[in-house]
Every structure is written in structure tokens, then in C-alpha cells.
């Protein structure tokens, strides 16, 4: 396929989504790095190895889980013009991503409440590593709660239609990929 082709428009919306997946792979490596080198920290002497990850953090992995489902409802009501339908999904999916950092929170209280801490004499490798895995992913779905509210704004202002939508599919890519950073993240700690 020849790149140079095609209006403005086109080439616009390919170099918009061929930067989005440059990012998403950076940040895959950037989480690769941090998985790896929590296996290798694995066998230091110093490490928990019958540690069990919160159960908020399993609730939490369902509702990030239902909050790409309700953005792919929400996409496929654009798609048929049925915007009310669209606005109603796009909100359940803003509430749903802010209830996942709750629920991310409430399983930080629930670590610190065993008696570990990111730092300090209560701290140890192992919580050290789960802090920091969970409080970056955190960001990441504080920046796609930004551009869900980007996407909510401009779908207010009627800037979607059925044919032309390249902002919502950017948000939605990268929602999807925080999902299922957080599916992996979630697995390996839970079994590693």
C-alpha cells in the first residue's frame, strides 16, 4: 500500500493512528521491562512469595473488563446514528473507568492494611513493584479518562457521524489497550 496516496484527510487520519500505536508499543515495552524485571527480582531472598493480590483488584479487572464492552456498544451506536444511545454508553464507560481507580485504591488500603507499604521499614522489592505496575497503569486510565471526556465533548458538539469518527476510534484503541494491559498486569501478578 502506498502511503502517499490518497486526500489529506486520509493521510491525516493514518499518521494520527500510526503515532497512537507508536505510543502503545513504547508503553508495552516500557510495562515488558517492569514484568521482566519482577521476575528476575523474584528470586532475591527478600521476597514474598505467598503474597495474594487484593480482592478489589479482581473487581476491578471486571470493571475495566465491562467498560470496553459498553466503549464498543457505545462505537457501534455511532455507527447507526443513534446518538442518544451513544451518549448513554459514553458515560456508563466514564463512570466505569473511574470506578476501576476506585477500586484500585481500595486495594492499595487493602495491602497497606496487611502491613506493607510502597515505602519505608513496612515496605519490601515485592509491594514495590505492585505499587508502582498499578499506579503507572492508573495514569494511563486517567489519560484515556481525559480522552473519553474529549470524545464526550465533541460528541455533544455532533463532530462524529457515522462515517467520520477518527477521535472516538483513536479513544477507543487506546482504552481497549489499557484494558487489556491491565487483563495482562492483573494475570501476571496474580499467578507470577
Given at each position: 500500500?502506498?502511503?502517499?496516496?490518497?486526500?489529506?484527510?486520509?493521510?491525516?487520519?493514518?499518521?494520527?493512528?500510526?503515532m497512537l500505536w507508536f505510543g502503545i508499543i513504547s508503553l508495552v515495552m516500557s510495562f515488558a521491562g517492569w514484568t521482566s524485571a519482577f521476575?528476575?527480582?523474584s528470586s532475591r531472598p527478600d521476597w514474598l512469595h505467598d503474597f495474594q493480590l487484593p480482592n478489589a483488584f479482581i473487581t476491578s479487572t471486571i470493571v475495566i473488563v465491562l467498560s470496553s464492552i459498553t466503549f464498543i456498544l457505545a462505537k457501534r451506536a455511532l455507527k447507526k446514528n443513534q446518538r442518544q444511545q451513544t451518549?448513554?454508553?459514553?458515560?456508563?464507560?466514564?463512570?466505569?473507568?473511574?470506578?476501576?481507580?476506585?477500586?484500585?485504591?481500595?486495594?492499595?488500603?487493602q495491602i497497606i492494611d496487611l502491613g506493607y507499604n510502597f515505602t519505608g521499614p513496612t515496605s519490601n522489592v515485592t509491594m514495590s513493584y505492585i505499587y508502582l505496575i498499578a499506579v503507572?497503569?492508573?495514569?494511563?486510565?486517567?489519560?484515556?479518562?481525559i480522552s473519553l471526556?474529549?470524545?464526550?465533548?465533541?460528541?455533544?458538539?455532533?463532530?462524529?457521524?457515522?462515517?467520520?469518527?477518527?477521535?472516538?476510534?483513536?479513544?477507543?484503541?487506546?482504552?481497549?489497550?489499557?484494558?487489556?494491559?491491565?487483563?495482562?498486569?492483573?494475570?501476571?501478578?496474580?499467578?507470577?
Open positions: 500500500m502506498d502511503l502517499t496516496q490518497g486526500t489529506l484527510e486520509e493521510k491525516h487520519s493514518r499518521a494520527k493512528k500510526m521476575v528476575v527480582s451518549t448513554v454508553l459514553l458515560f456508563v464507560t466514564l463512570i466505569l473507568g473511574i470506578v476501576f481507580i476506585v477500586f484500585q485504591f481500595q486495594g492499595f488500603q503507572v497503569h492508573i495514569l494511563h486510565v486517567v489519560v484515556g479518562l471526556l474529549v470524545v464526550i465533548y465533541n460528541h455533544f458538539k455532533q463532530k462524529y457521524q457515522p462515517t467520520k469518527m477518527l477521535g472516538f476510534e483513536l479513544s477507543a484503541t487506546f482504552w481497549h489497550f489499557v484494558d487489556l494491559l491491565w487483563l495482562y498486569l492483573f494475570l501476571f501478578l496474580y499467578f507470577v
